[in-house]
């Protein structure tokens, strides 16, 4: 893949809400899994965790608990990524707990290039009541939900927002 092949690929790729029926498959799943696996993280701990949400009664809850978003339930999968505080905190101390939430985004990002590869489509969740999606899934204490992405065979937007001008966000040498 040349450059302009991967930022076609990385413009290609968009959030959608609008989703036919329909589950991951064993491959896809374990496609997107080794993707996540080969993301960076700090110190190699990997201090990131996944539930894969397939059950309706489950993507109905989570889709409660982030406000009623439709886009959950109707993606017939979710995939809830979440920051293993302890394994990160075992060699960093509380700064384990930020390089936990980064490995943990990391690896959603990782996952949402791998699921538009396989030509499926996502949408990055983090709009959620975090204790009614830790209740749901009946996650331990030291685990944190970072993000809820539904995943599926979308339907793509009629357009697509305007993006700002990537040199708005630099600064160069002090702020």
């Not at 993280?41 to 990131?48: F, K, T």
């Not at 009664?57 to 339930?73: C, K, S, T, Y």
């Not at 936990?100 to 996952?111: C, E, L, P, R, S």
């Amino acid at each position: 893949m040349d450059l302009s092949e991967f930022q076609n690929f990385l413009a290609a790729r968009y959030s959608v809400r609008e989703y036919e029926a329909g589950c991951l498959t064993e491959e896809e799943k374990d496609y997107l899994l080794q993707a996540a696996a080969s993301a960076p993280s700090a110190g190699n701990l990997e201090a990131w965790d996944l539930v894969i949400v397939t059950d309706a009664g489950q993507l109905e809850l989570l889709g409660d608990a982030a406000g009623n978003q439709h886009q959950i339930p109707d993606a017939g999968s979710a995939l809830v990524v979440c920051a293993n505080y302890i394994r990160s905190m075992s060699r960093y101390a509380d700064r384990g707990i930020l390089f936990a939430v980064q490995d943990a985004t990391i690896a959603a990002t990782y996952m949402m290039l791998a699921a538009h590869a396989l030509r499926l489509h996502t949408c990055w969740i983090g709009a959620f009541d975090e204790e009614e999606v830790k209740g749901a899934l009946d996650l331990p204490p030291h685990i944190r939900p970072v993000a809820i992405l539904s995943i599926g065979r979308g339907m793509p937007p009629e357009s697509h927002p305007e993006r700002m001008d990537p040199e708005g966000h630099v600064h160069y040498d002090i702020w």
